[in-house]
Structure formats: C-alpha cells, structure tokens
C-alpha cells in the first residue's frame, strides 16, 4: 500500500482541515498515512484540559497561555475577523453538514493514521508531552520524520 | 438483504468512504454491508477503493440521485 506523510507546521484551522482531509481520505483508501505537527501545528494536538506535570519558566507561560489550546480554539488563516469569520465558518460547516476538526481527529485514529510530535518546538515552546491529547502516538524528531519521508510517495508540507 | 446496512444520506467526502470503512472494519469476515448515500463522486470512490483492498462489490443501484452498494468483506 501507498505510505503519505503530512507535516503541518500550521495552526490555522483552515490549514488543519485540509490536512485532515486528506490523511482520512488517504487511510481511508487503505494508505499508511503519518502525521507531524510541529511549530504552530502542535496546537492543534495540545489537549483542552491536561496540565503540565513539570514547573514552568515564565516565557514558557506565556507561550502556553498565548497559543491556541486545542482543536476548538483555532482560527482561519483568513477572514477570522475577531472571530467572527471563525464562528461563522463553523457554522457553515455544521450547515453542510461537514464534521469539525476534533471529529477528524477521532476519525484519522481510528483508521490507523500515526499522530507525531516534534520535539524541537515542544522545547522551544515549553511544552511537555502530558499536555497533547491521547491520540498522539509519540514525540518524534527530523531524523524520525526523514526515515518516514525516505519510503513514503506523498509527502505534505501544510 | 445485507447483514448490516450504513446510512451515508447527507455526508459528503471524504465521510461515506471513511465511515464505510470503520463499519467494515467492525464486520466478521464474509458478512454483507449495504451503504447508501447520495454524495455523487463516493458512487465511484467507494467501489473502487473496495475493489483495491479485496473486497467484492455484490451490487451497485441508484435511484432518483441516491445510490445503493452491497459489499462483502473478504479480508
């Protein structure tokens, strides 16, 4: 079977949809799919609740306190006006009966699709790995993703 | 009749195929799955991507935009 590989630097939902589309549609089709969210992409994995274990450093605060905690919270790349163009873009999904970004997620587990993290932004970011949701499978860094990328026929950069 | 039947009326891609396959998934071997919907391109995509991963399309009806497909799970 055909092996993908998407990395998604982003954290903007818009961004985050299309990944997922394409990782569900893709595992779906019987591919062997690997996620990496790195940088702003580890918002979207960040888990709503969970607390970090570890004591944090002030910058480390405000990272935390400053990004996007999980899939609910993120925002279009363009048109989120104060969140408005967000909450309407939500809607119009719900509309077209189009699931959101959390029941993507759930969908891309359960078809077997692998959930990375980057160590590199977690570090720079403060972020430790008790606070990602529990589909993420492991924290990984660029050789990880590099030996993934080497057999895979598609690989995404979002 | 099929053993178990899918509702994918409403949905659009890449839903039907990927609820398609969570039920199939959850189905013993040889048993009879009937999916119906009514987003156009799944009609295709659904058959095809079966085909490609062994499993036997039984039939294939539409009627008035909504399709009908029977699969048997054979792996």
Redesign the interface.
Known sequence: MPKATIVIFSGDLDKALSAFVIATGAAAMGWEVTMVFTFWGINIVRDEKKKAPLKKDFTSKMFEFLMPRGAKQLRLSKMHMFGIGTAMMKKRMKVKNVQGLREFIKDAKELGVKFLVCNLPMDIMGLQKEEFIDEVDDICNVSTYLKEAKDAELNLFI | MADETLDCR??????P??E???KL?RMELGKTLEVVGDFPPSKKEIPE?MV??GHEIISLTEKDGVWHIVIKKMK
């Not at chain 2, 409403?10 to 839903?15: E, M, Q, T, W």
């Open positions: 409403g949905l659009i891609c890449p839903k195929l990927i398609t396959q969570k998934k991507t490609m991963q």
